[in-house]
């Protein structure tokens, strides 16, 4: 990924494995959640990084049960990011720990996933057409 300071025009190359998909800001601006895929290899090594932006380095990587990470969202207080997974499950992972708060399961594949702005509901589309919701843990 590449980062573009807005404000000077600088640009900042960030290396990742893998090929980034889905990109997701935390709201402080710090954190940027990237699902990344590793094409020709098990789904064991695709994953969630969560990159500190003003290191560049790493802080977490995230991975699920051999999954293909398929998009994701933070959120509003930056504490739980929302994966949805090529195995019809969502999981709402703990930003400080990367332990799982909530798993989703028998979904149907989500097209896409977003937080209410109070963070208490979780909002989601499937490939079905089907919009579901569900109340956070807090």
Do not use: C
């Not at 992972?93 to 097209?111: C, P």
């Amino acid at each position: 990924p590449v980062i573009w300071d807005m404000m000077t025009g600088a640009r900042r190359e960030l290396t990742v494995d893998g090929w980034p998909t889905q990109l997701a800001y935390a709201p402080d601006g710090v954190i940027l959640a990237i699902n990344t895929v590793v094409v020709g290899q098990p789904a064991g090594v695709n994953g969630t990084l969560l990159l500190d932006t003003v290191t560049g380095q790493v802080q977490r990587t995230i991975t699920y049960a051999n999954n293909f990470p398929l998009d994701l969202s933070f959120s509003p207080d930056g504490k739980l990011l929302g994966v949805s997974y090529e195995s019809d499950q969502s999981v709402l992972w703990n930003v400080e720990t990367g332990e799982q708060a909530l798993v989703l399961s028998d979904l149907g594949k989500l097209r896409q996933h977003t937080f209410s702005p109070d963070g208490t509901l979780l909002a989601a589309v499937s490939h079905d057409g089907r919009i579901m919701f569900w109340n956070v843990p807090h």
